[in-house]
């Protein structure tokens, strides 16, 4: 069982940056694979990035490529996402998921453990 913690968000201006953490508590977090996803109002969940068990591998979505940067510290069990450059259209509320097996899918109904999510609003 894993519990998972979101944490950073809040109302900034568009061109901001924030820094979401996720902060898990239970066994072996550092045998999971950690995803990000979003969800805006009226929008369905959608994938934002993904970092492999050991951090070796990452994805992104391309709507956040080259401006959100996902990493990890096991020895912290926590796992970050850095957004640069926000938007509004990044407004929704993330939320950070465990996956048992694999490194990290796109699919939020992979992942095995979800936390309760932490609003970002961006201003135009």
């Known amino acids: 069982q894993v519990q998972l913690v979101e944490s950073g968000g809040g109302l900034v201006q568009a061109g901001d940056s924030l820094r979401l953490s996720c902060a898990a508590s239970?066994?072996?977090?550092?045998?999971?694979?950690m995803g990000w996803f979003r969800q805006a109002p009226a929008k369905e969940r959608e994938f934002v990035a993904r970092?492999?068990?050991?951090?070796?591998?990452?994805g992104y979505a391309d709507s956040v490529k080259g401006r959100f940067t996902i990493s990890r510290d096991n020895a912290k069990n926590t796992v970050y996402l850095q957004m640069n450059s926000l938007k509004p259209e990044d407004t929704a509320v993330y939320y950070c998921?465990?996956?048992?097996?694999?490194?990290?899918?796109?699919?939020?109904?992979?992942?095995?453990?979800w936390g309760r999510g932490t609003q970002v609003t961006v201003s135009s």
């Open positions: 239970g066994r072996s977090f550092s045998s999971y694979a």
């Open positions: 998921a465990a996956q048992a097996s694999g490194y990290g899918s796109r699919q939020y109904d992979e992942y095995d453990y």
């Open positions: 970092i492999s068990w050991g951090g070796g591998r990452t």
